[in-house]
């Protein structure tokens, strides 16, 4: 909490933003834009983006647009667009204006007829191969194709005839004519318009010509007024193509590009391209798995708005690309959790207790803190009996150095309520431990017996007052730290990312959980309620364990 009070380190685009600022570059505003394209789901790498834009604006009162980049509509949808919108709401930035490239079409194409008319664009004839063939290479020119002077009236005519849908999909390509001898590819004459006859979510069946991205952004940018345009470094090689269109068309304003490095999460993947084989592939449930690593998925699991944006502060802004930890995401959601989640307890592999000399229809209410440092979170109840149960493995026959919870003919303290002591372990035929006979301490409520130290503390629930719920532990969805640097990042897929425990009982509070509340069940880690709880049927998800390693208190 304290961190609210220190204001965020610098980073250089801060920096540029308060130069420009202070010397009044663009008019003493300061307007940015998110530009997602509507084709999957935005991922924890988006969240870093949306932070910088939505945040430099709200940091220098100014203004940010969600733009949906919407010009390759074989791949997008609706269900794309409106999960866009959910997930930056949900973050908690309110977009200035909801944007799309598609509204700019009929200018993006006047654009276009005006580079022609200045000898900047030309229809070619060239196949897709064929281009790609004239290109040249990083160390070798490209060499110009036969149409790059036909007529300026021939070009008007046929860009005319393609908007117009006289010509097959693939037959011309409007391309800018700037320098095919140009050391950077992106100026051998790129493509600005291709013919694609795909219906459009917005736009429907008007247009069989659409505009490539880098003549559409850095437009659409300058018709926003943005100021900065803040993109990842693999566009760096791209700035001069964004400039040489500005500068050569009459737009209302010309956006500075900045560069910064995206993030690259380690033992996870943030392309939508392979999340989306992911999903389509069913190694997931959907794009709101909690194992992935979309907004929608972390959200399922369990994350708050507050430690995302913590995350995307934390790890900051810079030029270097580098990989960082998932230690660092799982700290922003602890630190959050530990905070603000309620506590409550539930027992994920249960193991009955019967207290042998507790009254056998005696049923006590005890009253427990839902957090230890936040009284302002109230208290609930937890009914005791006669009839309880552990969690399995905080019972030992053959204790570990060190073991503090319970053993044979030892004590060891119930959370909250008594201190028990086992005299006998009920077992089946197959050798199965499946009772444990204990018996308690009517003196010990709530505080130890005088001279008797009793070490360990453990959580229990009562037999007859607990619910049954299922419980889904999640781990890493990779097996290695860098899945996207594998031949198939398929075959990494950690094949125990989930397990599902069905035997769970968790306390009666948690009959009335919501999905608003995070809880931390004590010992055993930060929980959510899933979407898929009813009533009938709680589920719970694990957020995160409640330490580094997983390790127990
Ligand atoms: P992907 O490779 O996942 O498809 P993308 O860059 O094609 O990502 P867009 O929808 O075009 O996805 O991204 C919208 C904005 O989010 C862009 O400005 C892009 O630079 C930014 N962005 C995407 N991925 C990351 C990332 N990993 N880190 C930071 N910013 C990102
Ligand atoms: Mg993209």
Not at 109 to 117: C, G, P, S
Not at 265 to 277: D, F
Not at 409 to 424: D, K, S, T
Request: glycine share 4%.
């Amino acid at each position: 909490m304290q961190k609210n009070d220190i204001s965020p380190p610098s980073h250089f685009i801060r920096q540029i933003v308060a130069n420009d600022l202070q010397s009044h570059k663009h008019h003493g505003k300061v307007v940015t834009r998110f530009p997602p394209e509507p084709n999957g789901y935005l991922h924890i790498g988006h969240a870093k983006s949306i932070c910088l834009n939505f945040g430099t604006a709200l940091e220098n009162n100014g203004a940010c647009n969600l733009r949906f980049d919407d010009t390759n509509p074989e791949k997008e949808s609706i269900e794309y667009m409106e999960s866009i919108q959910r997930d930056v709401a949900w973050l908690g930035f309110e977009w200035t204006q909801l944007c799309h490239a598609s509204d700019y079409f009929e200018v993006l194409y006047q654009h276009a007829v005006t580079l022609i008319e200045k000898g900047l664009a030309y229809v070619d004839s060239l196949s897709a191969e064929e281009i790609r063939l004239y290109r040249g290479t990083l160390t070798q020119p490209g060499k110009e194709s036969p149409d790059r002077n036909r007529s300026i009236a021939d070009n008007l005519d046929l860009f005319a005839r393609m908007r117009a849908g006289e010509f097959a999909d693939g037959q011309y390509v409007l391309r800018a004519k700037i320098d095919m001898a140009s050391p950077n590819i992106n100026l051998r004459d790129p493509a600005l318009y291709r013919i694609r006859r795909v219906h459009h979510q917005r736009t429907g069946d008007a247009w069989c010509i659409y505009p490539m991205y880098d003549y559409t952004h850095c437009i659409s940018d300058a018709i926003e007024g943005i100021t900065h345009s803040l993109c990842t470094l693999e566009f760096e090689d791209h700035r001069p193509l964004y400039d040489w269109v500005l500068d050569k068309l009459q737009t209302p304003c010309h956006p500075q590009q900045i560069e910064f490095a995206r993030l690259q999460l380690e033992y996870t993947i943030v392309s939508k391209r392979k999340l989306n084989q992911l999903v389509t592939e069913k190694h997931v449930s959907g794009w709101d798995d909690p194992r992935m690593p979309t907004i929608a998925g972390l959200r399922r699991a369990g994350f708050t708005p507050q430690a995302i944006k913590d995350f995307c502060e934390r790890i900051g802004i810079t030029k270097q690309n580098s990989w960082i930890e998932m230690g660092v995401l799982e700290y922003c959601i602890r630190e959050d959790l530990n905070t603000n989640a309620l506590r409550a307890m539930a027992v994920l592999e249960p193991l009955r207790v019967v207290i042998t000399n507790y009254p056998d229809e005696k049923v006590e209410e005890l009253t427990l803190s839902n957090h230890p440092q936040r009284e302002e979170l109230g208290k609930r109840i937890v009914p005791f009996s006669k009839t309880i149960f552990i969690e399995r493995e905080d019972f030992s026959e053959n204790p570990p150095p060190k073991y503090k919870r319970l053993v044979l003919g030892a004590e060891v303290r119930l959370r909250g309520a008594y201190v028990i002591c086992c005299h006998e372990v009920i077992k089946n035929a197959a050798g199965e431990i499946i009772e444990l006979h204990c018996t308690y301490d009517e003196n010990t409520l709530g505080k130890n017996p005088e001279g008797r130290k009793v070490k360990g503390v453990i959580h229990w629930v009562s037999q007859a007052h607990s619910c049954p719920a299922e419980v889904r532990l999640y781990e890493r969805l990779f097996t290695v730290a860098q899945p996207d640097n594998e031949e198939n990042f398929l075959e990494v897929v950690n094949p125990h990312s989930l397990q599902i425990l069905k035997e769970c009982r968790v306390e009666a509070s948690l009959r009335a959980a919501t999905s608003e509340n995070r809880y931390q069940f004590e010992r055993t880690g930060y929980f959510c309620v899933d979407s898929d709880s009813t009533v009938e049927k709680l589920v719970f998800n694990r957020t995160v364990t409640l330490r580094d390693n997983g390790e127990k208190d």
